[in-house]
């Protein structure tokens, strides 16, 4: 069974940090690129980063570049972005995503990411 594991949201103030984490399990990972993709309430999706097979290539959405950092660990199955300064706007629930050449396409459930004072 193919599985996407979302953790590390929460409530946090702006310029505050936090780090999300994807577990993943039921496919070959390291086969497959990684992104993560948000959505704000009453909004559509939105594109945030994503880092190829072997996570040599890393992009970022203009609105989240310099801040945002995303990683892989293909041994232990994981995804993580590292979120600094952040601003209200980021607030959203955060869906990890995997995909395979457009072929196969997985999702998390995600996780809430809640910033404000």
């Known amino acids: 069974e193919v599985q996407l594991v979302e953790s590390g949201g929460g409530l946090v103030q702006p310029g505050g940090s936090l780090r999300l984490s994807c577990a993943a399990s039921g496919f070959t990972f390291s086969s497959y690129a990684m992104s993560w993709v948000r959505q704000a309430p009453g909004k559509g999706l939105e594109w945030v980063s994503n880092?190829?097979?072997?996570?040599?290539?890393?992009s970022y959405a203009d609105s989240v570049k310099g801040r945002f950092t995303i990683s892989r660990d293909n041994a232990k199955n994981t995804v993580s972005l590292q979120m600094n300064s952040l601003k209200p706007e980021d607030t959203a629930v955060y869906y990890c995503?995997?995909?395979?050449?457009?072929?196969?396409?997985?999702w998390g459930q995600g996780t809430q990411v809640t910033v404000s004072s």
């Open positions: 995503n995997a995909d395979y050449h457009s072929l196969y396409d997985y």
């Open positions: 880092i190829n097979s072997g996570g040599g290539s890393t």
